[in-house]
């Protein structure tokens, strides 16, 4: 029986993923918590609706090298913690903290790879937005779940040469127990937890999977052998869903059971 083997959430979209032994699914379809940060351009103005594209802020899609730092944050305090090389960082989301915040990022930007990046109209100075609580800078106007196989990401693992792991697919739920590539199949309800979700549609993958977690190098081209080891029409990996009949919690070790009929 397929079972949950890993959640993830991402307070600050585009950074660090934070394992939970559970997740809170939100009515309508957020990971409470999820994607509640964000380090905006300049020229981006914050949303009035729950919607932010990865183009009007900082993300791997571009700037491969964020996710060498390892960024944390504590829902209670509403802190959070940066560190990278040689800086520790620990504030609050005061005008003063998010100020300490953004520049820690900029200087290691400038420092990377992917310094030229910001000289672009319109990207700096950076800010960070949001409140550090309300799930609202996800990519699409619906906020979906993700999830994917284990199978799946070992299988692709053992095409390249370069080290693949679930971190790069930054799905919220990892299932284990299922044949390699089965969620691309699977269709119409299934349950996890307390949970009931519509399946809505496999995920097609963009650059942001080919940067190594740890290095923040790009150094496995995972679309093009998707498309062409793996014969897919697209590059794909994982599945989205959206809760069926409101939200719910679910668990490490929660079983996938089909609901469908």
């Known amino acids: 029986m397929p ?14 993923p934070e394992r939970r032994p559970h997740l809170v699914i939100q009515d309508d379809g957020r990971v409470q918590g999820d994607r509640a940060l964000v380090f905006r351009f300049a020229d981006a103005v914050e949303p009035e609706d729950a919607t932010f594209p990865k183009s009007r802020g900082l993300a791997l899609m571009t700037f491969p090298t964020l996710a060498r730092i390892c960024l944390t ?23 003063e903290g998010r100020a300490r915040l953004v520049d820690a990022v900029t200087t290691y930007l ?11 109209e319109g990207v700096l100075p950076l800010g960070l937005i949001g409140d550090g609580r309300t799930a609202r800078f996800q990519d699409r106007p619906q906020g979906y779940i993700s999830l994917h196989g284990e199978a799946s990401v070992a299988e692709l693992d053992a095409a390249v040469s370069a080290p693949v792991d679930d971190r790069r697919f930054r799905s919220n739920i990892v299932v284990s127990g299922a044949p390699a590539w089965a969620e691309l199949g699977w269709q119409g309800r299934i349950r996890i937890g307390e949970v009931v979700f519509d399946v809505q549609k496999p995920i097609e993958r963009c650059v942001a999977i080919t940067a190594n977690p740890d290095s923040g190098v790009r150094d496995a081209r995972l679309l093009r052998v998707l498309t062409t080891e793996f014969e897919q029409d697209a590059p794909t990996l994982g599945i989205l ?17 089909d609901e469908s009929d």
């Open 241 to 257: 869903l959206l809760p069926a009949e409101g939200g719910g919690v679910i668990r490490e070790g929660d079983e996938v059971r």
């Open 3 to 16: 079972h949950v083997s890993a959640l993830y959430r991402y307070p600050v979209k585009g950074f660090t």
């Open 73 to 95: 944050y504590d829902d209670e305090k509403q802190t959070m913690r940066l560190r990278i090389d040689d800086v520790d960082i620990e504030t609050d989301l005061s005008t």
């Open 110 to 120: 400038r420092s990377t790879s992917d310094a030229r990046l910001l000289d672009a």
